[in-house]
C-alpha cells in the first residue's frame, strides 16, 4: 500500500518509519525545507532510541521517502495520515486544530483519485466531522472517508509501542472500503496478535484523551499520597506497591515525583477539560489534576528550598536530569522548568546535566551552567537534586559525588536510591513520600 504521512514530528516520522518497516511504500511530507535536508542526511529532529537506523535501513531500501511538495506526496495514496501538532491554544487551552485543517484543505485540493483520510493526531471529539465537511466541500467529487486512528506511543519506546501495540484504536463511520483499507494499513500487526478495535469516529477521538486523562489521574493520585506519607510517617513506595499488587490497579504510573510533563498529558488533559466545559459535561477529576500537577511542579522547587535551610541565596544545586521522562530530549512542560525557575526566584546558582536535552533546554534556561556529566555538575555543589531517572544516574558513584560537594545533600525525585545506599556514601537524602536520612 502507499501511505503518505503529512508531518514529520514525533508522531508521523515515528509512525511512518514503522509502516516503511512493514513493507508499505511511505512518503512523510513537511513544509520545513530543512527538516526534511536534516532527515535524507540522516540527522533526525527528535531523540528516539533506533529512530535514525529505521529511518536509514528503510530509506536505503526505497521504502520510505521524504519530501515538502504535498501535492505530489499524496497522489495514489491509499491512506494519508495527517500527524501535525495541536498544541494548546493561547488564551483558552483549546486544542489548535489550525494545522489540521489547514493539512486536510490542502490535501483535499491535491488529491487525483478516492482515499483514505488519518487523523493521526490527537484532536478533541468532533474533529474528524470538520476535516470530512472541510474535504467534501473542496472535493464534492471524490469519495474521501475521513478516519480517527489515535497514537499511544511513548517518548522513549515508540518503536516497540508502535510494533507491538496493546491495541489499535480506528474510529469510523461504518464505511466499508474505510474499514478495509484500515485493516490492510495494520494487516502486519496480524502475526502479533495485536487487537485492532473498530469503532466510531467520534468514540475512537474520546478514547485517546480518556486514556491519557486516566493515566495523568494515576499518576498526581500517588503524588498525594506521597505528600500524605511525608506528613504521616509512611512509605509511599510501599503503599504503591501494596496498591499496584490489585489487578484492578495495577502497578503502572504509580511511581511518585516531581509531576508529569511532556507532549501529551498537559495538553490532552487541560484539551479535555475544555471539552467537557464545552458540552456542559465537566470533568471535575481531570480538572483537580491540572492543577495539581501544574502546583507540584513549583512545590518541588520548595521542596528543595526547604531542604537547604530555607535560604537558597548564593547556593549551588545541582540538577540530574532536565527531559520530562527519560529516552527523549523532550522539554515540553518538564518538570525541570518550573524547578529551575522556583531555585533562580529564590537566589540559587544552577548546574545541570541532562544525556541528551541540554541542547533543547539551554534556551530556555539561559542561567543555568550545562556540564559535561554528573560529577562536574555536583562539584562544589550545595545541593544535588535527581530530577528525570535516566539509566545512567541509577548507579552513581555516590561516595565520589558527596565528597566532591560543598554540602552532601542529595535530592532524591524519582526515589531511585535507598536511604541506606545514601547515608553510607556520607549523603543527607530527602526523597519523595517518605523519609530520607541525615548524615552525622
Known amino acids: 500500500m502507499k501511505i503518505t504521512m503529512i508531518g514529520t514530528g514525533y508522531v508521523g516520522l515515528v509512525s511512518g518509519a514503522c509502516f516503511a518497516d512493514f513493507g508499505h511504500d511511505v512518503v512523510c511530507v513537511d513544509k520545513v525545507a530543512e527538516k526534511i535536508q536534516a532527515i535524507e542526511s540522516g540527522r533526525m529532529p527528535i531523540f528516539e532510541p533506533g529512530l535514525d537506523q529505521l529511518v536509514a535501513n528503510n530509506a536505503s531500501a526505497g ?35 489550525s494545522y489540521v485543517y489547514a493539512a ?50 511513548r ?48 468514540t475512537a477521538e474520546l478514547i485517546k484523551y480518556a486514556a491519557n486523562a486516566f493515566l495523568a489521574t494515576k499518576i498526581t493520585f500517588i503524588n498525594e499520597m506521597a505528600d500524605l506519607c511525608e506528613a504521616v510517617g509512611a512509605e509511599v513506595q510501599e503503599v504503591s506497591r501494596g496498591i499496584g499488587l490489585d489487578n484492578r490497579i ?23 477539560v475544555k471539552t467537557g466545559q464545552d458540552y456542559d459535561t465537566p470533568i471535575r477529576i481531570v480538572e483537580t489534576v491540572v492543577q495539581v500537577n501544574d502546583l507540584r511542579k513549583r512545590a518541588m522547587g520548595r521542596k528543595i528550598v526547604k531542604a537547604l535551610g530555607g535560604d537558597a541565596r548564593g547556593k549551588k544545586v545541582a540538577l540530574l536530569g532536565l527531559t520530562f521522562k527519560p ?57 544535588l537534586v535527581l530530577v528525570t531517572e535516566w539509566d545512567i544516574f541509577r548507579a552513581l558513584d555516590l561516595k565520589r559525588l558527596a565528597g566532591s560537594m560543598t554540602t552532601p545533600l542529595l535530592i532524591d525525585l524519582r526515589n531511585i536510591y535507598p536511604s541506606a545506599e545514601a547515608e553510607e556514601a556520607g549523603f543527607s537524602l530527602i526523597r519523595v513520600g517518605g523519609k530520607g536520612v541525615t548524615a552525622e
Request: aromatic letters at 6%; a negative charge.
Open 104 to 153: 486536510a484543505r490542502e490535501i483535499a485540493e491535491s488529491l487525483d483519485g478516492p482515499t483514505v483520510i488519518v487523523t493521526k493526531s490527537t484532536v478533541p471529539v468532533g474533529t474528524g466531522d470538520e476535516v470530512e465537511r472541510i474535504v467534501k466541500e473542496v472535493r464534492p467529487d471524490l469519495d474521501i472517508q475521513v478516519v480517527s486512528n489515535p497514537e499511544f506511543l
Open 327 to 383: 529516552n527523549t530530549d523532550d522539554m515540553r512542560d518538564a518538570p525541570s522548568l518550573a524547578i529551575v525557575q522556583a531555585l533562580e526566584d529564590a537566589g540559587a546558582k544552577i548546574t545541570a546535566y541532562d544525556p541528551e536535552g541540554m541542547d533543547v533546554a539551554a534556551p530556555m534556561m539561559p542561567s543555568v551552567t550545562m556540564t559535561r556529566d554528573a560529577y562536574e555538575a555536583a562539584a562544589g555543589a550545595d545541593a
Open 63 to 97: 521504502r520510505l521517502t521524504f519530501t515538502t511538495d504535498l501535492a505530489a506526496g499524496v497522489k495514489g495514496a491509499d491512506a494519508i495520515f495527517i500527524a501535525v501538532g495541536t498544541p494548546s491554544r493561547r488564551g483558552d487551552g483549546h486544542a489548535d486544530l
Open 250 to 272: 495495577g502497578s503502572k504510573f504509580l511511581h511518585a515525583g516531581p509531576g508529569y510533563g511532556g507532549s501529551c498529558f498537559p495538553k490532552d488533559t487541560l484539551a479535555l
Open 155 to 202: 517518548e522513549g519506546a515508540a518503536i516497540g509501542d508502535f510494533k507491538r501495540p496493546d491495541r489499535v484504536v480506528v474510529g469510523t463511520t461504518g464505511n466499508e472500503r474505510a474499514i478495509a483499507v484500515m485493516a490492510q494499513v495494520y494487516r502486519p500487526l496480524n502475526l502479533n496478535q495485536a487487537p485492532v478495535m473498530f469503532t466510531g469516529r467520534r
